[in-house]
């Protein structure tokens, strides 16, 4: 079967930085995104990974290994306002997103 | 503005009533979804269609039906509601390219009493 698994919840402190995990198993693989969702709200992408390495985007970034089938989301310079969900999601060989249960981030300050 | 819109976006109804959801996009998308979430929890595909007079459902098993005659529209309806029904249904389209990004549409929060 297909499979995502990160973190149900983490939390973190203003200011730092923290790493969502995300590890994969999928017939196939096409792509991974991370999405943001606030409580109550809709999904909204942050990043896209295809190839192996590290995307860099203002305070996040997002990294991927293929051959590990694992992916991270870094945050830095936390903000009350990156309280959310952070969801993984993999685009598998019939180009289906496969989404992760999401990753409960709580800021703390 | 292309973008994605959900009507209503909250609705409280009776046990038994039929009920159709609006889900609209100006992107031009092909592809379109229909995801269930309750709070807190993961989302599940209920149903998707790749084009006019495609759909097909999802993984998760659904007592609704969808249609898809315009490329720009894709309703959900549920022919007679229930207590179970009661969830926040979300909305997505993306374009036929392998990237896939996924474009959600502000949802709608169900309540069937």
């Known amino acids: 079967g297909q499979n995502i698994d990160q973190p149900t919840e983490m939390t973190a402190t203003e200011g730092a930085i923290v790493q969502i995990n995300c590890t994969y198993q999928?017939?196939?693989?096409?792509?991974l995104f991370w999405y943001q969702q606030h409580a109550g709200e809709a999904p909204t992408f942050l990043s896209y990974?295809?190839l192996d390495g590290l995307e860099e985007k203002g305070r996040f970034s997002s990294f991927l290994s293929r051959s590990k089938g694992y992916s991270y989301l870094l945050l830095k310079e936390l903000q009350m306002k990156d309280s959310a969900s952070y969801l993984c999601?993999?685009?598998?060989?019939?180009?289906?997103?496969?989404w992760g249960a999401g990753t409960k981030l709580i800021i703390k300050p | 503005e292309a973008d994605i819109y959900q009507t209503p976006r909250y609705l409280v109804i009776g046990t038994g009533k039929k009920i159709t959801l609006e889900c609209s996009q100006t992107?031009?998308?092909?592809?379109m979804y229909w995801y269930q979430q309750d709070p807190g929890m993961e989302l599940h595909l209920i149903h998707y269609?790749?084009?006019?007079?495609?759909?097909e459902k999802g993984d998760l098993s659904s007592e609704s039906t969808v249609s898809r005659i315009r490329t720009e529209h894709f309703p959900l309806t549920l022919e007679s509601a229930r207590p179970s029904h009661t969830s926040q249904y979300l909305c997505?389209?993306?374009?036929?390219?392998?990237?896939?990004?996924?474009?959600f549409g502000p949802g709608t929060r169900l309540t069937v009493l």
């Open positions: 990974n295809v």
């Open positions: 992107m031009g998308h092909d592809k």
């Open positions: 269609s790749y084009g006019v007079n495609s759909t």
């Open positions: 999601a993999v685009t598998d060989s019939n180009y289906q997103l496969i």
């Open positions: 997505a389209s993306s374009d036929t390219t392998d990237y896939n990004e996924q474009f």
């Open positions: 999928t017939s196939g693989f096409n792509g």
